[in-house]
């Protein structure tokens, strides 16, 4: 069977300042991809959308989210524009790109921005061109599968039977109803992308898999095929940003380290295989031994560090959610 190339669109006021390396590199990528750039600058915008629409649909948009440079004041945001394409391709996403993201709040507004799948800051671009062809992929599977989509997450995401109870009372509401909601494949994509791969609680990354186990990130990686079968292989997957269930990762060691005396997993992962003292995870902010949770320095920062719970304090910015662990960061002391 022929290989059939993603087709994305990408629509920039000032097309110009597109790195050319960063046109190629997209456009060999994925087996390659067909590309088309869409230059806006003094046009008018619903003019341009609406010949737009009347062609095939890419399988992923990209916007310049800033389009101050275009005729007319209708459009003068990428969200705006994300809105009125949606109307007419409500499966294709959306991603914006901005030079506007410089600090935490920065990307929490832009992220916060229900229009668009999601928001990448320009410089550093390139290095989301794996995570582009998931986008197209992913809302391909949760276009196909069917609706209502609580009928099919857990053939979606490869939910483990002990955690579906739980995840079907985390999904939004209005994904639980027995008819269709509008825009549900973009709600359903939201919801994984920025909750459930986004906050602990289901799915592990990296640091709180390693945290999770008593190891460092590096011990971590070399026990990575003990957790294999642990491993999240739904929608959005990436290789690049892996996640594990912790269901699995408890699971699997159990399967690994049979020490009925040792009810801790950081301390029964230390047992694993080829693992030394030096490969324990310590605290970031206090050197001592057995984090057993993952921490902000402060509310503003999105660094994560492993951490130990009694020099942390539930964050005053976070809402809980069923099925998730809440943002954690560390206690101002006096």
């Not at 050197?287 to 949770?293: A, S, T």
Request: glycine share 6%.
């Amino acid at each position: 069977m022929s290989h059939k190339p993603e087709h994305f669109l990408w629509l920039d006021d000032s097309p110009e300042i597109i790195p050319d390396s960063l046109l190629r590199d997209i456009r060999n990528s994925g087996g390659g991809t067909d590309l088309t750039i869409t230059g806006v600058r003094d046009k008018n915008l619903s003019e341009v959308l609406s010949e737009l629409v009347q062609q095939p649909s890419p399988t992923l948009v990209i916007l310049d989210h800033v389009l101050n440079k275009t005729a007319g004041r209708l459009f003068q945001k990428g969200s705006t524009v994300a809105a009125e394409l949606r109307d007419h391709w409500p499966t294709v996403p959306i991603v914006g790109v901005t030079a506007a993201i410089n600090t935490y709040a920065d990307r929490l507004s832009h992220l916060a921005i229900p229009e668009y799948l999601t928001v990448f800051q320009r410089e550093g671009f390139a290095g989301q061109i794996d995570a582009l062809h998931g986008f197209a992929t992913g809302h391909r599977q949760i276009a196909s599968s069917g609706f209502p989509i609580v009928e099919r997450v857990h053939d979606l995401l490869g939910t483990p039977e002990e955690d579906k109870g739980t995840l079907l009372l985390a999904l939004p509401s209005d994904l639980k109803k027995s008819t269709v909601p509008e825009g549900a494949v973009h709600q359903f994509a939201r919801w994984l992308l920025h909750r459930f791969l986004s906050r602990p609680g289901f799915v592990y990354d990296r640091l709180h898999a390693a945290t999770y186990l008593g190891l460092n990130e590096a011990a971590f990686d070399r026990t990575a095929t003990v957790f294999e079968p642990a491993r999240y292989r739904g929608v959005f997957a990436s290789q690049n940003s892996p996640r594990w269930w912790v269901s699995g990762l408890k699971g699997c060691l159990l399967a690994a380290v049979r020490e009925p005396r040792l009810a801790l997993p950081a301390k029964r992962g230390r047992l694993l295989p080829g693992i030394r003292p030096e490969d324990y995870s310590r605290c970031h902010y206090s050197e001592k031994d057995l984090p057993d949770v993952v921490a902000a320095p402060d509310e503003t920062s999105e660094e994560l560090h492993p951490a130990r719970s009694e020099l942390t304090i539930l964050s005053r910015t976070d809402t809980p959610t069923v099925g998730f662990e809440p943002r954690r960061v560390l206690a101002r002391r006096t």
